[in-house]
């Protein structure tokens, strides 16, 4: 272009000199040299042009390398936060894991409850049956009616000691209960399965003295039927049985100390399952304290997301028409070019506002002579802009477009709509739908 220019100026110089030779005239010099300085004008302007140009083409190839490592961020965004998801479902399965066993434990808690109940009812057969007899033996003995009102009061006891017993265990129940409640909200996987598996122990340890509690009853009921015996023995011999009730007497004495023992070591239990909780509370005001912070994390990351919004789309459509159509269709744009932000959908063709702010966009076709486009771009329900072209017979295709800032809120919905009875052609290059946030509001 330059060269074509410079050899243009040097034509014109040449025919002026001529004219200055051939006809000597002052004015026709002047006007050479007017021409002249003009083309020497233009010559600057060029170079001017080719300057800023190169100047464009160097700011265009930083804006492609500052997208491109934008792009990257974004993909290793992406990667963490897969890796942040599989992990959470991990712990999830694991916890699940731990709470099917304390179930299976508990259960085995509550067939070995039932057992001391039947236990307990077999006992108080038995009780009712030794009422029946000391009262057959009350006309013979009064040594044996004070022994009968001394086993009286050391049921008495037994029974006080029984209730304390039921009322420790329905605080170790709450105190349990408490435990679950505030395992399930423990979001720290290693610890809190630690700390489970201790209650697990623990749980395990109290069965085991449960089962020994149901044989040391066992072996109460054994004793009494031996004890029944002795008394339907005694009938005949009252001495003997004054003695064997004396025996029987120390033998409740000695189940009563150990009955007491029993209750002191379920208060120890009690206060060390009393601290663990409070150990747990502290460890779950952590955890909160942790989970915060990574949501905090994660909403900070989202946020850097969606500050780049940038789509554009074709019909696709294998060199195609799409429609006519009988009734207003929304315009699909199944290729996608760019989805930055994916907050295009190429199976709706609707665009959905991730964020507040302002927006450009631009629709452009390319339509056959036989039944005419006509598209409208809509935000929500509302139209904003619109382009046609009327079907001719003494052409064959043309090529129409639009352009529109809009202000959009987040949830905002902008979408092109093709009227009824008119077509635009369908290929990945033709036919676009595109748009980008300018900035944030």
């Known amino acids: 272009m330059r060269l074509t220019i410079v050899l243009i100026v040097s034509l014109f110089s040449g025919l002026i000199l001529a004219q200055e030779d051939d006809n000597a005239s002052g004015t026709q010099s002047c006007d050479a040299c007017e021409v002249s300085e003009k083309l020497k004008a233009m010559e600057t302007r060029l170079i ?54 304390l179930k299976d434990t508990d259960n085995r808690l509550m067939d070995t409850d039932n057992r001391l109940k039947d236990t307990d009812n077999r006992l108080k057969d038995i009780d009712n049956r030794l009422k029946d007899t000391d009262n057959r033996l009350k006309d013979t003995d009064n040594r044996l009616m004070d022994t009968d009102n001394r086993l009286k009061d050391t049921d008495n006891r037994l029974k006080d000691t029984e209730n304390r017993l039921k009322d420790t265990d329905n605080r170790l129940k709450d105190t349990d209960n408490r435990l679950k409640d505030t395992d399930n909200r423990l979001m720290d996987t290693n610890n809190r399965l630690k700390d489970t598996e201790n209650r697990l122990k623990d749980t395990d340890n109290r069965l085991k003295d449960t089962e020994n509690r149901l044989k040391d009853t066992e072996n109460r009921l054994k004793d009494t039927d031996n004890r029944l015996m002795n008394t339907e023995n005694r009938l005949m011999d009252t001495e003997n049985r004054l003695k064997d009730t004396d025996n029987r007497l120390k033998d409740t004495e000695n189940r009563l100390k150990d009955t007491e023992n029993r209750l002191k070591d379920t208060d120890n239990r009690l206060m060390n399952t009393e601290n663990r909780l409070m150990d747990t509370e502290n460890r779950l005001k952590d955890t909160e304290n942790r989970l915060k912070e990574s949501e905090n994390q994660i909403l900070e990351l989202n946020n850097k997301e969606k500050k780049t919004v940038v789509f554009s789309a074709a019909t696709g459509g294998g060199e195609n028409t799409i429609g006519p159509f009988n009734t207003d269709t929304t315009l699909i744009y199944r290729t996608l070019i760019t989805n930055i932000g994916a907050a295009y959908s190429p199976f709706t063709g609707i665009f959905v506002a991730p964020v507040p702010g302002v927006y450009y966009f631009t629709i452009f076709f390319h339509v056959g002579r036989d039944h005419g486009a006509h598209l409208r771009l809509y935000k929500n329900n509302e139209l904003i802009i619109l382009t046609h072209d009327f079907p001719a017979t003494y052409d064959r295709a043309d090529n129409g477009g639009n352009a529109v800032f809009l202000q959009l809120v987040q949830g905002d919905q902008v979408y092109v709509r093709l009227l009824a009875k008119t077509h635009v052609w369908g290929t990945d290059h033709h036919t676009t739908f595109s748009g980008f946030l300018v900035t944030e509001m």
């Open 48 to 101: 001017d042009t080719d300057n800023r140009l190169m100047d464009t083409d160097n700011r265009l190839k930083d804006t492609d390398n500052r997208l491109k490592d934008t792009d990257n961020r974004l993909k290793d965004t992406d990667n963490r936060l897969k890796d942040i998801d599989n992990r959470l479902k991990d712990t999830d399965n694991r916890l699940m894991d731990t709470d099917n066993r």
